[in-house]
């Protein structure tokens, strides 16, 4: 049964720093990886997908890598601003169920102070 | 430009009183879920819609159902709420073109469940 863990699960680091958000995933057989961005109370924005064939995928300031072989991925996030703190939510759409599972980590409490 | 609306956003409802949470897409995707997230949980897929074939989870109780009339549109009933059903729901769209790749899911703001 698919697994996914996210470390740490509450991260605060001074504005301007760069940061790197790490998730795990125990069956290498899935189709994709998606990281989310949960504001309080809201739902889920997509931050970056990337597909099992893919090694990494970038947008503005966030750079998301995968290692499907060891069953990692991180992403990586540059200059931070206080704009940034969130949850950080990864997933990744595994082969069960009839159009695959997103299954999700716990998440990332990231708080970034100015 | 909201692509996947859900409504409401908060949701009052007594023990025991069924309930009927709504989510439309404007993005004409094949593909619409469900999802429960309990605090501070990840979360939870509870069934999904393929076109017009429902795929239910295995450990997602039967009090939980839901139905698609048309592309655009998908419900979730619960038919009578327990204390343990309170959460946050949220609704998922994407497109499942078949073949090896999977589209990107995108997600409703959700709907924020309380029983009283």
């Known amino acids: 049964k698919q697994e996914v863990t996210q470390i740490p699960a509450a991260l605060s680091v001074p504005e301007g720093e760069n940061l790197v958000l790490n998730c795990s995933f125990t069956?290498?057989?899935?189709?994709?990886l998606q990281w989310f961005r949960q504001d309080p109370g809201k739902g889920l924005t997509s931050l970056l997908l990337?597909?099992?064939?893919?090694r990494e995928q970038t947008s503005g300031r966030l750079n998301a890598s995968l290692d499907k072989s060891s069953g990692r991925s991180t992403l990586y996030i540059a200059a931070s601003q206080p704009g940034d703190s969130a949850t950080y939510l990864c997933?990744?759409?595994?082969?069960?169920?009839?159009?695959?599972?997103?299954?999700f980590g716990k998440g990332t409490k990231l708080s970034v102070k100015p | 430009d909201a692509m996947v609306i859900q409504n409401p956003r908060y949701q009052v409802t007594q023990f025991g009183k069924p309930v009927t949470l709504s989510c439309s897409q404007t993005l004409n995707h094949n593909v619409m879920y469900w999802y429960q997230q309990k605090s501070s949980q990840a979360p939870k897929l509870l069934f999904h819609y393929y076109d017009k074939d429902f795929n239910n989870e295995a450990d997602t109780p039967d009090n939980f159902q839901s139905r698609r009339p048309n592309t655009s549109f998908c419900f979730l009933d619960i038919r009578s709420p327990g204390l343990g059903d309170a959460a946050m729901y949220l609704c998922?769209?994407?497109?499942?073109?078949?073949?090896?790749?999977?589209?990107?899911?995108?997600f409703g703001d959700g709907t924020r469940l309380s029983i009283l």
């Open positions: 998922a769209t994407s497109r499942d073109l078949g073949g090896a790749e999977r589209q990107p899911q995108h």
């Open positions: 990337i597909q099992s064939s893919q």
């Open positions: 069956d290498s057989a899935i189709y994709n």
């Open positions: 997933a990744v759409k595994d082969y069960g169920g009839s159009q695959g599972n997103l299954i």
